[in-house]
């Protein structure tokens, strides 16, 4: 599902938006301000393990995949 991760711009809040390619352009929910879409981890389901994290570069904070501090360490 095209779930996206996005951070406003004026009132500094993060949220999560299920976003279509026909859909208008996604703004703050809140203020109605200008947003930025954030990379996200993404999680999948394997036949050996309930579910694996993939961390992604350039995110904000430690991603569910490892317990570092910045994703700049994962490899």
């Given at each position: 599902m095209p779930i996206f991760e996005f951070h406003?711009?004026?009132c500094n809040q993060d949220f999560e938006k299920l976003v279509f390619s026909g859909d208008p352009e996604v703004t703050c929910?809140?203020?109605g301000g200008p947003v930025a879409k954030l990379?996200?981890?993404?999680?999948?389901?394997?036949?050996y393990h309930d579910f694996m994290s993939t961390p992604s570069s350039g995110s904000k904070s430690s991603c569910s995949g490892c317990s570092a501090t910045s994703c700049s360490t994962c490899g």
């Amino acid at each position: 599902m095209p779930i996206f991760e996005f951070h406003c711009d004026k009132c500094n809040q993060d949220f999560e938006k299920l976003v279509f390619s026909g859909d208008p352009e996604v703004t703050c929910p809140a203020c109605g301000g200008p947003v930025a879409k954030l990379m996200s981890a993404c999680a999948f389901k394997t036949d050996y393990h309930d579910f694996m994290s993939t961390p992604s570069s350039g995110s904000k904070s430690s991603c569910s995949g490892c317990s570092a501090t910045s994703c700049s360490t994962c490899g």
